[in-house]
């Protein structure tokens, strides 16, 4: 498999669980990142890596959010005391520093209920 | 600063047709635009690409049109087929972190 995986792909959990999501990146791929989009509307960032170091962290991504990048393969994203305001597609995408252009995932579809 | 205004929202075209989307931009340091295709269910796809120091790329029926001193870029899908259908969007990043800032998307229907 050469494309992003997500695992999982839906996920529907109550309001104050916690949930984590996992992304697998273009294997030889060093950049990771993370988007967030809402009902019809594009992508919003929310953070990106760059092998293991988290480099950027968007203002949309709060205290309940982190993201880690353990040796710089897979990445995970976890929520804490979700919000029915956190429901939304989850992206990541993958892509080589210094090139443009980067290859996303199929997403995971949160709803906190 | 950091937006990217898209239209229209949603678009009709005729199979066979033109179909056109604009985008606008106000962050002059933006170096890089590309643009997505997203079927429902799925991440988005790259479409085309174009950085400002060209005014258009052509890549099969798809072509992308670049106005710097107007802050404007637009895809152009020429002979749209019903295969076409579905959301656009265009984007913008600066610098060497990539990260994009997206247009609100556009809804394209070709009708057969």
């Known amino acids: 498999d050469t494309g992003v995986s997500q695992d999982p792909r839906h996920k529907i959990t109550k309001r104050g669980q916690n949930v984590t999501f996992r992304c697998d990146p273009i294997s030889e791929h060093n950049r990771l990142y993370w988007y967030r989009q809402t009902l019809g509307q594009g992508p919003e960032f929310l953070t990106y890596f760059q092998n293991e170091a988290q480099l950027e962290k968007s203002r949309l991504l709060s205290d309940r959010f982190s993201a880690e990048r353990p040796k710089g393969s897979f990445s995970t994203l976890e929520i804490q005391r979700t919000e029915q305001g956190d429901s939304a597609m989850y992206l990541c995408?993958?892509?080589?520093?210094?090139?443009?252009?980067?290859?996303f995932g199929s997403g995971t579809r949160l709803t906190v209920v | 600063q950091q937006q990217v205004k898209q239209s229209p929202q949603s678009l009709i075209v005729q199979k066979g047709g033109i179909s056109i989307i604009n985008c606008a931009y106000e962050?002059?340091?933006?170096?890089?635009f590309p643009w997505y295709q997203q079927f429902p269910g799925k991440g988005p796809a790259l479409l085309i690409a174009i950085r400002p120091d060209v005014s258009e790329k052509k890549e099969g029926r798809f072509t992308i049109s670049f106005n710097k001193s107007a802050k404007q870029f637009s895809l152009h899908i020429m002979d749209s087929q019903p295969g076409d259908s579905a959301t656009y969007f265009c984007?913008?990043?600066?610098?060497?972190?990539?990260?994009?800032?997206f247009g609100q998307g556009t809804r394209l229907t070709i009708n057969p």
């Open positions: 984007a913008a990043s600066m610098g060497g972190a990539q990260k994009l800032v």
């Open positions: 995408a993958s892509s080589l520093a210094g090139v443009y252009g980067y290859t």
């Open positions: 962050n002059t340091a933006f170096d890089y």
